[in-house]
């Protein structure tokens, strides 16, 4: 099946600076989201992503469904960004399973 | 829209005890999915349904595990007998047009 990668595993930021989370995939999908799970536990919905780029405050993403891969950016990153990013995707001819990825786990130091 | 609706919030048992998780899923919703989280496994999907319907339940650890979903609008998801090993979070999403969205989870701890 569809082999999905997030690097990095761990990141270490102090309040205020940037950062990319990568997502790479083995095959073609229909469908690209990335999720937050916070310190709390909830699995929060940031990006419906298959192709293309979006903004939403100081988050955007881009997907390059062709290349097989999407970019998470977190801008001027605060506190509460930390928590485990997720990437998942749908991949082709295979029904809303989704696969997710294993996580990247950022942690935003005051 | 209210999102994906989880009861109970917490469960706390003990070994042996039948567990039944609950969910509502976004209203218009068309796929409806049960996934489990620990520390050692990660995010696991259990079994998921289309139109109400189990579509692949190859998930599902061994035969305590059950889950239905009689109508469009409400799933559960049974353990009987619990097990320590059971003690996870549980997670119902559901989805349309291939847009997820998590519930808050259902935290179970079996002593």
Same mark, same amino acid.
């Given at each position: 099946?569809? &082999?999905?990668?997030?690097? /990095?595993? @761990?990141?270490?930021?102090?309040?205020?600076?940037? *950062?990319?989370? =990568?997502?790479?995939?083995? @095959?073609?999908?229909?469908?690209? &989201?990335?999720?937050?799970?916070?310190?709390?536990?909830?699995?929060?919905?940031?990006?419906?992503? /298959? *192709?293309?780029?979006?903004?939403?405050? =100081?988050?955007?993403?881009?997907?390059?469904?062709?290349? =097989?891969? *999407?970019?998470?950016?977190?801008?001027?990153?605060?506190?509460? @960004?930390?928590?485990?990013?997720?990437?998942?995707?749908?991949?082709?001819?295979?029904? &809303?399973?989704?696969?997710?990825?294993?996580?990247?786990?950022? *942690?935003?130091? /005051? | %829209?209210?999102?994906?609706?989880?009861?109970?919030?917490?469960? +706390?048992?003990?070994?042996?005890?039948? +567990?039944?998780?609950?969910?509502?899923?976004?209203?218009?919703? %068309?796929?409806? #999915?049960?996934?489990?989280?620990?520390?050692?496994?990660?995010?696991? !999907?259990?079994?998921?349904?289309?139109?109400? +319907?189990?579509? %692949?339940?190859?998930?599902?650890?061994?035969?305590? #595990?059950?889950?239905?979903?009689?109508?469009?609008?409400?799933?559960?998801?049974?353990?009987?007998?619990?097990?320590? $090993? %059971?003690?996870?979070?549980?997670?119902?999403?559901?989805?349309?047009?291939?847009? !997820?969205? #998590?519930?808050?989870?259902? $935290?179970?701890?079996?002593?």
């Amino acid at each position: 099946g569809i &082999q999905v990668e997030q690097s /990095p595993p @761990d990141l270490i930021l102090q309040e205020g600076a940037n *950062s990319t989370l =990568r997502c790479n995939f083995s @095959d073609s999908v229909n469908n690209l &989201q990335w999720f937050h799970q916070n310190p709390w536990g909830q699995l929060i919905n940031l990006f419906y992503i /298959p *192709s293309g780029t979006k903004q939403n405050g =100081r988050l955007s993403a881009t997907t390059v469904a062709t290349e =097989r891969y *999407s970019l998470l950016y977190i801008s001027s990153s605060q506190t509460t @960004d930390s928590g485990v990013y997720f990437c998942a995707v749908e991949p082709n001819n295979y029904g &809303q399973n989704f696969v997710f990825g294993p996580g990247t786990r950022l *942690s935003a130091l /005051p | %829209d209210a999102g994906v609706i989880q009861s109970p919030r917490h469960e +706390v048992t003990e070994m042996g005890q039948e +567990v039944t998780l609950r969910c509502k899923p976004i209203s218009g919703h %068309d796929y409806l #999915f049960w996934y489990r989280q620990t520390m050692m496994r990660g995010l696991e !999907l259990l079994i998921y349904f289309n139109n109400n +319907v189990p579509i %692949d339940d190859s998930g599902m650890p061994e035969d305590r #595990f059950s889950a239905k979903m009689p109508n469009a609008s409400f799933s559960t998801l049974k353990i009987q007998p619990s097990e320590p $090993r %059971d003690s996870a979070v549980y997670f119902c999403a559901s989805s349309r047009l291939g847009e !997820l969205f #998590f519930g808050e989870g259902s $935290r179970l701890t079996v002593l």
